[in-house]
């Protein structure tokens, strides 16, 4: 274990930084791609959705794969397989033979990749920094950065170029992703049990439900999440790219989604300073700052005020993820602790494909700027309902009840 300075770190952290300035590149390129072609809202939430859907689907049985395997290695496959797909898709928009199935097949096999790849980031940062929340805040902010800079930058590539350099800018962070994770060298984790000696996949999935059903903090902060994918986040890309690009271009949107990144930035930094002994409970109250982006853009606000409403949105998303990180990562055991990451950001993104899905057809039939101000509602009704839950506004920090068991069996010694 090493702190947030060392070489394995270093690495881990350009990886998901880098990796992630291409993700945050794809919204804006797909959207503009789609709807020069003609298409709209529903088409853009179909392609999003078939990504989620196999992310969602594969990625409990790629935590499986991790606990067994080479985790760094599963990491590097994985984004060698997505340079080939975003590739693949760089050639087909700037030939201009790109049709909406091509997407979707491209968005399937990228969320299988991706399935693959994030349970081992859970075990990751454990084994190479001892401090987990600054580690994971270091990381969350890399990461809103890249936010920030991907949309300005696939916005501008869009309007000066086309959406098929962005899809080629977007398979050379995949290709420096797995050059960084390649010359990563992790300490030993737990130890893998012995090929001869191993239970079956299905009993692995089986202990890993077992681990993650226990812990009513997890599972009810999943099963609340599950509506704000479906009522908030999954209907929010297809939604406000429809609305913003149709009205100010492409440009404007990147711009947007930067003052996002931007803000998801300052809830990182935040999230680094700010050490609450109940996590869980800030995290809640954090999440209230998520109202604000789809509000703005569903009252018609000036590119200013979206501006704002999505940076405010960005800062209590990044606290929150800070804080649910480090939860998970810090309160669940090593040798399951893939299995059980894969269970929650399964659980967590559900319902997402269902509202990127149903969000063509819900704004074709209330209209956008009425499904958007239904978007920035949710968020509180997702705060409120957290709070409600006592093992999620209850949880201690680990350091937290460490010091408080301290002090409950210290002996009690005279003065002197």
């Not at 947030?4 to 993700?23: C, N, T, V, Y």
Request: glycine share 12%; with cysteine; proline share 5%.
């Amino acid at each position: 274990m090493t702190s947030l300075r060392s070489g394995p770190f270093l690495l881990f952290f350009s990886a998901r930084a880098i990796a992630k300035l291409g993700d945050a590149m794809l919204p804006i390129a797909l959207s503009a791609g789609l709807i020069q072609r003609g298409h709209g809202p529903g088409a853009i939430g179909a392609a999003l959705a078939t990504f989620t859907v196999c992310f969602a689907g594969f990625v409990i049985f790629g935590g499986v794969f991790c606990d067994r395997f080479n985790t760094r290695a599963l990491m590097i496959g994985s984004d060698l397989v997505r340079l080939g797909t975003q590739s693949l898709a760089a050639v087909l928009f700037l030939s201009d033979r790109v049709e909406l199935w091509h997407m979707c097949v491209i968005g399937a096999v990228n969320g299988i990749a991706g399935g693959m790849f994030q349970p081992g980031v859970a075990s990751t940062i454990p084994r190479i920094a001892r401090d987990v929340q600054g580690a994971n805040g270091v990381i969350r902010t890399a990461e809103a950065l890249a936010m920030l800079a991907g949309p300005a930058l696939a916005g501008m590539l869009v309007a000066t170029m086309s959406p098929g350099a962005v899809f080629a800018a977007h398979a050379g962070t995949y290709a420096l992703s797995a050059l960084c994770l390649f010359f990563l060298r992790l300490p030993p984790g737990p130890a893998k049990e012995p090929l001869a000696t191993r239970t079956s996949y299905r009993a692995d999935l089986v202990e890993g439900w077992r681990e993650f059903r226990a812990r009513t903090w997890m599972w009810s902060v999943i099963v609340i999440w599950m509506a704000l994918m479906l009522t908030s986040t999954g209907p929010l890309v297809p939604l406000t790219a429809s609305e913003i690009i149709s009205t100010d271009g492409a440009k404007v949107y990147g711009l947007v989604n930067s003052a996002l990144g931007a803000g998801t930035a300052l809830g990182g930094l935040l999230a680094m300073r700010i050490r609450p002994e109940r996590q869980l409970r800030a995290g809640s109250f954090a999440l209230l700052g998520c109202c604000c982006f789809p509000t703005a853009v569903g009252l018609g606000a000036s590119v200013g005020v979206m501006a704002g409403g999505a940076a405010l949105s960005g800062a209590g998303i990044g606290f929150w993820g800070v804080m649910w990180s480090t939860s998970v990562q810090t309160q669940v055991p090593g040798p399951v602790l893939n299995r059980i990451h894969a269970y929650e950001v399964a659980g967590s993104l559900a319902m997402m494909p269902v509202g990127q899905a149903l969000a063509g057809p819900a704004s074709a039939l209330f209209g956008t700027r009425a499904m958007l101000l239904v978007c920035g509602a949710a968020p509180l009704v997702v705060t409120c309902a957290l709070l409600l839950v006592r093992p999620v506004r209850e949880l201690r920090s680990v350091t937290a009840r460490k010091a408080h068991e301290g002090c409950r069996t210290r002996p009690v010694t005279s003065r002197q």
